[in-house]
Nanobody
Framework: VQVVESGGGLVQAGGSLRLSCTVS????????VGWYRQTPGKQRESVAT???????TYADSVNGRFTISRENAENTAYLQMNNLKPEDTAVYYC??????WGQGTQVTVSS
């Protein structure tokens, strides 16, 4: 199973980014996909998840600003991040299924 994230970068506070997670080697449409983030010295935390039937969950800190979605035909999940804040700075990881992770993509929000 291969999980590849992309779309990270440097953005000013209030700006937007869209992360992508492209997966191969697993039946994408049958699996839960989640976005997580981690900063140095802290535990990795869940940001958003989406199930095969499109049920979504969000961390309180991003609810109303971030939107998770999936395009099964493209084996890709997305995380649209709006109104970004400096505290959103982290490495963002995508996970599919029980425990398949990508390498992460850096998001840096400047104040």
């Amino acid at each position: 199973v291969q999980v590849v994230e992309s779309g990270g970068g440097l953005v000013q506070a209030g700006g937007s980014l869209r992360l992508s997670c492209t997966v191969s080697g697993i039946i994408f449409r049958l699996n839960v996909v989640g976005w997580y983030r981690q900063t140095p010295g802290k535990q990795r935390e869940s940001v958003a998840t989406i199930t095969p039937i499109l049920t979504t969950t969000y961390a309180d800190s991003v609810n109303g600003r971030f939107t998770i979605s999936r395009e099964n035909a493209e084996n890709t999940a997305y995380l649209q991040m709006n109104n970004l804040k400096p505290e959103d700075t982290a490495v963002y990881y995508c996970k599919i299924g029980a425990n398949y992770w990508g390498q992460g993509t850096q998001v840096t929000v400047s104040s």
